[in-house]
C-alpha cells in the first residue's frame, strides 16, 4: 500500500495571491487550448504536436502566456 502525506499549507496573503494567479493563468491556456481544438475543422483537428507548435505565438499575442514555464505550457497541452 502506498502512503501519501499531506500537509497543511498556510501561505501569506503575497503567495497566496500569486498562486490563485498563476492557476489562472493555467486555467485560461487550458481553454483556450480546448477552444482551438474544439473550433478546428472536424478534418483538420490539430494534434498536440501542432498545439505545441503555437505555444510561441499565443505567447507573442497574449503575454501572460509567457508567465508560464514551457514544461508546463506543454503539459496543459497534453493534458
Known amino acids: ?3 501519501s502525506h499531506r500537509y497543511h499549507a ?3 496573503q503575497e503567495v497566496a495571491e500569486w498562486l490563485e494567479h498563476q492557476l489562472d493563468v493555467h486555467r485560461q491556456l487550458y481553454n483556450h487550448v480546448r477552444w482551438d481544438y474544439e473550433n478546428s475543422p472536424e478534418d483538420d ?3 498536440e ?3 505545441n507548435n503555437k505555444l510561441p505565438e499565443w505567447k507573442r ?3 501572460v502566456f509567457g508567465e508560464l514555464h ?3 505550457a506543454q503539459a496543459i497541452v497534453a493534458g
Do not use: H, L
Open 1 to 3: 500500500m502506498e502512503y
Open 10 to 12: 498556510y501561505p501569506t
Open 45 to 47: 483537428k490539430p494534434s
Open 49 to 51: 504536436y501542432d498545439q
Open 61 to 63: 499575442k497574449w503575454p
Open 70 to 72: 514551457s514544461k508546463a
